[in-house]
């Protein structure tokens, strides 16, 4: 299978295939602020899986754990459509929403659970760590 993601404006994509090796959510107050929502979603591929195009422009940061996060955003419309974990090589995380799929497989795990917001409810999660 082949999906592909995209920035709002469509000029910088990435194309997965195969399945990823995980989809999740994280409820860290950075996310919250990349986003402008309650959380951030991923789907997580082996760095082979994925073909980004187009320009792009990158942005990183260090997490809570000490970890830094790159993100790449097009410097057209400013959509993060993809980022790597520096704590996970060999993998390249997707935002779920620049897929624009509602059939996109459910997350099964979240991350910094602590900061979700009290009137979030997710289902179907196997996974939960704080």
Not at 13 to 28: D, I, K, L
Not at 57 to 82: H, I, K, L, M, N
Request: with cysteine; net charge negative.
């Amino acid at each position: 299978m082949t999906r592909t993601a995209s920035c709002a404006c469509g000029a910088l994509t990435a194309r997965c295939e195969g399945e990823p090796v995980r989809v999740s959510v994280c409820h860290c107050l950075a996310c919250q602020q990349r986003t402008g929502s309650a959380f951030g979603a991923q789907a997580r591929f082996n760095e082979d899986q994925v073909t980004v195009e187009g320009p792009s422009r990158q942005w990183s940061r260090v997490g809570d754990e000490g970890t830094s996060a790159t993100f790449e955003f097009c410097p057209t419309c400013g959509a993060t459509v993809v980022w790597r974990n520096a704590e996970m090589p060999g993998l390249i995380a997707v935002t779920l929403g620049a897929f624009a799929d509602p059939t996109f497989p459910a997350p099964t795990r979240t991350v910094y659970e602590s900061r979700a917001h009290p009137w979030l409810e997710l289902h179907g999660i196997e996974e939960r760590y704080d």
